[in-house]
């Protein structure tokens, strides 16, 4: 199921931000949390996402 970039980005360094506060790492937990997915953006799995995952059901290879 799609969702927005921003809105997972959101999301996961808002839980992220959670769990390190245990370790006293919340801040930079967060910020990699903002980051994790920066690879996604190129074309080539871009490319894999539209023409594998999404009308097969396979995963992206890349």
Known sequence: ???EL???L???AILARRFGEVFG???LAEYL???HD???GCCAWQDG???RAEPEGKP???
């Open 10 to 12: 959101h999301e996961s």
């Open 25 to 27: 790492a919340g801040e």
């Open 38 to 40: 920066v690879g996604k």
């Open 33 to 35: 949390a903002l980051v």
């Open 1 to 3: 199921m799609r969702h």
């Open 60 to 62: 992206v290879g890349i």
């Open 49 to 51: 996402l539209l023409q």
């Open 6 to 8: 921003t809105d997972h």
